[in-house]
T-cell receptor, first 112, second 118 residues
Framework: AQSVTQLDSQVPVFEEAPVELRCNYS??????LFWYVQYPNQGLQLLLK??????LVKGINGFEAEFNKSQTSFHLRKPSVHISDTAEYFC??????????FGQGTELSVKP | GAVVSQHPSWVICKSGTSVKIECRSL??????MFWYRQFPKQSLMLMAT?????????EQGVEKDKFLINHASLTLSTLTVTSAHPEDSSFYIC??????????????FGPGTRLTVL
């Protein structure tokens, strides 16, 4: 069975500092990987996805993630965060493009 | 493109009443729609998957007689919470997926519906 673990429930960081949000998954087959962002009382917005090909994926708002098959990880990074990046971030995995399994979420809090 | 809407965005109802939430794909045909439930400060939990024209597939532990899902067209799915109780209060989010090559393997999420049962 698939599962997703986001290793940090909360990540406080100062504005313009780099950030990494960690995500590990487990699956017995090839997977598709996603990062979503959720602002308060809103739905989810796709930041980026890995389906195949290059393991370094670039997304919106300056975010990128690297798929590491040997470590079963898909960590999200941004070199310089803004106050507006404060939100909840969810890592998700799908085996066949169907059902998504979400991690527990990481609350990113960017402080001035 | 690939916009999903939900209606209503929030609803307050009395215990024992039924509430219907609509999920629409505005600019694409959604062959599959998903319904999630999210409690405060928690992740999304998949409730059910529905394919157009067929019965929904419910996740383990989700009462199908309480959470009625209808996916009658390629652009509309509805979730009806029957005989709602305070413990059903939650944030309900739908998502839609398609088999078209452009957006295959991706789900597009609606903005969510906040249900409060008094």
């Amino acid at each position: 069975a698939q599962s997703v673990t986001q290793l940090d429930s909360q990540v406080p960081v100062f504005e313009e500092a780099p950030v990494e949000l960690r995500c590990n998954y487990s699956s017995s087959v090839s997977v598709y990987l996603f990062w979503y962002v959720q602002y308060p009382n809103q739905g989810l917005q796709l930041l980026l996805k890995y389906l195949s090909g290059s393991t370094l994926v670039k997304g919106i708002n300056g975010f990128e993630a690297e798929f590491n098959k040997s470590q079963t990880s898909f960590h999200l990074r941004k070199p310089s965060v803004h106050i507006s990046d404060t939100a909840e971030y969810f890592c998700a995995v799908s085996e066949s493009g169907g059902k998504l399994i979400f991690g527990q979420g990481t609350e990113l809090s960017v402080k001035p | 493109g690939a916009v999903v809407s939900q209606h209503p965005s929030w609803v307050i109802c009395k215990s024992g009443t039924s509430v219907k939430i609509e999920c629409r794909s505005l600019d694409f045909q959604a062959t599959t729609m998903f319904w999630y439930r999210q409690f405060p400060k928690q992740s999304l939990m998949l409730m059910a998957t529905s394919n157009e024209g067929s019965k929904a597939t419910y996740e383990q532990g989700v009462e199908k007689d309480k959470f009625l899902i209808n996916h009658a067209s390629l652009t509309l799915s509805t979730l009806t919470v029957t005989s709602a109780h305070p413990e059903d209060s939650s944030f309900y989010i739908c998502s839609a997926g398609s088999q078209t090559s452009r957006i295959y393997n991706e789900q597009f999420f609606g903005p969510g519906t906040r249900l409060t049962v008094l």
